[in-house]
C-alpha cells in the first residue's frame, strides 16, 4: 500500500503507488515560504518556519479522492514551481518543479506524518534566502547546509530526482492529472 496523502479537512486524498519516499529536504527559498503563507493567508494550515517537503514517485495510484478541489498555481509570473491546492481547505498538497524532471513529486512532511510515512530532512537547502532572518529552526537533518550560491551545489542533491519513474507507472503521473483540471 503506497502513501496517502490527505489535505485539513479531508475532502481530498492522493495516493502514491509507494509508500517510502525517494528522499527529504528543508527548503528555506522564498518561493516555499511565501506560497505556504499564501495558502495560510486564504485558510489553509500555518506555514512552519522552514518547511520540509518529502519526495514520492511521481507515481499515483487510483482515482484521487476530491479532484474537483484541487487547483494548480503559480506563485508569481515566472516563477518555477507548480504547487497543487486543494480549494477546500487551501491545502497544499505537492509541488512541481522543473529541475524533478516528471521523476517526483514534493509533499509537505506534516502531510506525510499524518500517513505515518516520516524521513528525516537529508539536508536544508537555499537558506541564503534567510539571511535576514533573526530566527530560523536549528537543522537537525543528516546531511549538508546549501545556501545555493555555491558552484554546483545542486549536484549535492540531485540524484533522487534525476533517477526515472519505473515504467509502467502503477498509476499516473501528476502532469497528467494536471490536464484533467
Known sequence: QGAVITCTC??????F???????????????????LEWAASKGGPDPPAVPQWVYFENDIA??????EHLQPYVLR?????????????HTTLVADHPVY????????????????TTMPPQARIWTKDRDLDKEISPYLGQGPCIRGDEPLWFLQVTF???EAVPLPRRGVSLQSIYKCL
Open 17 to 35: 503507488a509507494n509508500r517510502v519516499p525517494r528522499t527529504s529536504l528543508e527548503c528555506c527559498c522564498s518561493d516555499c515560504r511565501q506560497a
Open 101 to 116: 524532471q516528471g521523476n517526483v513529486v514534493a509533499v509537505p512532511a506534516e502531510l506525510c506524518q499524518q500517513c505515518g
Open 10 to 15: 479531508g475532502k481530498t486524498k492522493i495516493k
Open 62 to 67: 487510483g482515482d484521487v479522492e476530491g479532484m
Open 77 to 89: 509570473r515566472g516563477a518555477c514551481v507548480t504547487r497543487v491546492v486543494a480549494r477546500c481547505c
Open 160 to 162: 533522487p530526482f534525476t
